[in-house]
């Protein structure tokens, strides 16, 4: 049921902190992450790990390279993330001691599977899966599962299945890292961000009346533009996704560095700009891309954390400061409001927010 939310959309959103906690319960102890967190072998396929290849599609493809910024920065494993209709048709070199992962939630994906079926006879150290459901076909054929705990997700834009696959590919950064020995002060402060997300997540679902805000603006325009950089990228890319999906509003995702590349191009005062703007090492970088925008009449509509506002408090018209949550955790973070917008938006519009038109729950076939 619903418990009351208007869709299951609403409903998953807000589920969000309980389902990361339950993804990181029993497996986050202070610093140390539980090795029953994989299989039994796990421990050794990961000391073996020389590289990484994430595989997945749609929103799960997303997760995977949010995690790939993670795995280099921290563990300095090599890490490649592909769409899996994509993979599975080329000719991939595997060297050794690569590991291969799929996300997924439904575990179903046909593509994903197909590219499991081909990782599986390709001389990988091991097939690994991050999966919402248990005894899915992904589980049963991968060598070993990491299962999120988000619960059932029955809207077809995903929300909370995202969020857990990134808890749980930070969950496994925090293992690589312990395997390899990276700085223990490093470690604590990253698990230290991951105990506090549910709380984080908790914070920025209270920003909704503000989000309405914002969506009574977009709701009239045509398209839009989604910009992050770094670790962020990809939470712009998601953010496009998510709307278009839902709102039928053509949207794109960019990273803010690739602007005067092209996009630039396309914004006027009816271009609404939406850019994820938390204080990390790219602020200056994302500053000046949103002056870019702002010297061409773009329409901003900026996400911040308290010290990144400082900047763009007077030159951005419309602002939502968030509870800043760690560089680690900050794009799980920061994916929140761009959910809340797009359901706002697409709630306006009057579309069919949790079944939209032309798309399935699960892709089942190719
Ligand atoms: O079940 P999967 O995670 O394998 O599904 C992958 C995509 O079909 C899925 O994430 C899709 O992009 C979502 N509808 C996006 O909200």
Request: charge should be negative.
């Amino acid at each position: 049921t619903k418990d009351g939310y208007a869709h299951y959309m609403l409903k998953e959103i807000h589920e969000q902190p309980i389902a990361v906690a339950n993804t990181i319960a029993d497996r986050l102890f202070n610093d140390a992450i539980a090795d029953d967190f994989i299989g039994a072998d796990a421990r050794e396929i990961l000391s073996q790990t020389k590289q990484i290849h994430i595989v997945a599609c749609g929103t799960s493809y997303h997760a995977g390279m949010v995690a790939r910024y993670w795995l280099e920065a921290i563990t300095q494993i090599p890490t490649q993330v592909e769409i899996a209709s994509e993979y599975r048709y080329r000719k991939p070199v595997i060297p050794a001691n690569t590991l291969f992962l799929t996300i997924s939630q439904s575990g179903e994906t046909a593509d994903s599977l197909a590219a499991l079926r081909f990782a599986k006879k390709a001389g990988y150290l091991a097939t690994f899966a991050v999966c919402n459901v248990a005894n899915s076909t992904l589980d049963r054929e991968s060598d070993e599962c990491i299962l999120t705990h988000a619960g059932p997700e029955i809207g077809v834009a995903s929300t909370k299945a995202l969020t857990t696959q990134l808890a749980v590919m930070a969950l496994l950064t925090l293992k690589l890292a312990e395997l390899r020995d990276v700085d223990i002060k490093v470690r604590k402060n990253l698990a230290k961000q991951l105990r506090t997300l549910p709380g984080i997540i908790n914070q920025s679902l209270l920003l909704n009346n503000q989000i309405k805000v914002f969506a009574e603006q977009i709701v009239q325009r045509d398209h839009a533009l989604f910009l992050g950089r770094g670790v962020h990228y990809p939470i712009a890319l998601e953010g496009a996704l998510k709307l278009k999906e839902i709102s039928y509003i053509h949207a794109e995702g960019y990273p803010a560095g690739e602007l005067k590349h092209g996009p630039l191009a396309l914004v006027d005062d009816k271009m609404p700009v939406i850019a994820v703007c938390p204080n990390d090492e790219l602020l200056e970088k994302l500053e000046s891309n949103i002056e870019e925008v702002r010297a061409r009449g773009g329409e901003l509509y900026v996400f911040v954390d308290h010290k990144s506002q400082h900047g763009l408090k007077d030159r951005v018209p419309y602002l939502i400061e968030m509870e800043a949550s760690g560089s680690f955790t900050s794009p799980i973070v920061f994916n929140v409001p761009l959910q809340l917008l797009s359901y706002h938006v697409a709630v306006l519009r009057g579309t069919d927010v949790d079944q939209p038109r032309n798309l399935a729950k699960s892709v089942t076939v190719e």
